[in-house]
């Protein structure tokens, strides 16, 4: 009863024809998901020399308000970005025990929603390309500009609501939305 993309390059089945339509159908999948697969790039590869790198979908997998499933990146700025210990939730690297913490996840859907919830909160207070541009302009010294204050401030209101009151059926896309 589960249904799970694998791919979302070009095949039989799935076929976005570019890199706009490509994100479009990876954020439409998203919006519908509970969880999502996120690992480091090069994840079990000896090409990555132990590096570990933040990739974007886990941001887009907060953004989505989804649970994440894989592997939490070893460097600090994960750590700075998603700042709680069950970030990930994190199967053997075998994957011998994915259907059981999947399975487990599913069956308790008050903490699935909760996590949920968390990262899509997360998301609107810190990961908007809104805050980016607030560092880079404070970083050079340069004043905000009227509409990326709102953009903010309405941003914080949503989370706040949010975490006060998250309506039943609610995604963070619902709360994105209102603020585009």
Known sequence: GLYYVYDTIPGPLIRPSNPVEHREMLAASARVSRLFIAYPPK????ENHGQSEVGARY???A???T???GKAPTVPSFAHDFPFGDAVAEPKADG???RHIVMDLLARPDELRRQGVRNGVLALRRH???HRWQSMLESAGIPER????ERLRTLSELADATEKSPPDGWTV???VTRVL
Do not use: K, M, T
């Open 173 to 175: 896309e619902d709360a």
């Open 146 to 149: 009227p509409a990326l204050r």
């Open 128 to 130: 908007d390309w809104a």
């Open 59 to 61: 941001y887009e997998a």
């Open 67 to 69: 649970v994440l499933l």
């Open 43 to 46: 994840f079990g590869d000896d």
């Open 63 to 65: 953004a989505a308000g």
């Open 96 to 98: 011998s025990d994915v």
